[in-house]
């Protein structure tokens, strides 16, 4: 997630540059994302909507009073292993 940053600026062109470097996607603060995939823009337009699509579960959890608990960090680490993903968070 990036700070608030000028929507057009050189800055936010440089510092989206360097965190998709790292990350697949990008959250401008108030702003927007932008997301990244070496397959086709697809795979990107995919994690865009499965963001949105959390994002919009938790909304719903908070509202209702009851944040969600998400996965459990063995749970991720469990489905990383079985699809072979590459992840350093877990």
């Known amino acids: 997630m990036l700070s608030f940053l000028l929507p057009g600026s050189a800055q936010l062109t440089t510092e989206s ?3 998709l470097r790292e990350h697949r996607m990008v959250i401008w603060s108030q702003h ?3 997301a990244r995939a070496d397959e086709t823009v697809f795979r990107a337009l ?3 909507e499965y963001a949105e699509t959390a994002a919009h579960y938790e909304y719903l959890n908070l509202s ?3 944040p969600g608990k998400g996965l459990s960090a063995e ?3 469990e489905i990383s292993r079985f ?3 590459r ?3 877990f």
């Open 75 to 77: 749970h991720i680490r």
């Open 87 to 89: 992840q350093n968070i």
């Open 46 to 48: 995919d994690l865009i």
């Open 64 to 66: 209702a009073g009851e």
């Open 17 to 19: 540059m360097l965190a």
């Open 32 to 34: 927007g994302v932008m």
């Open 83 to 85: 699809w072979n993903l």
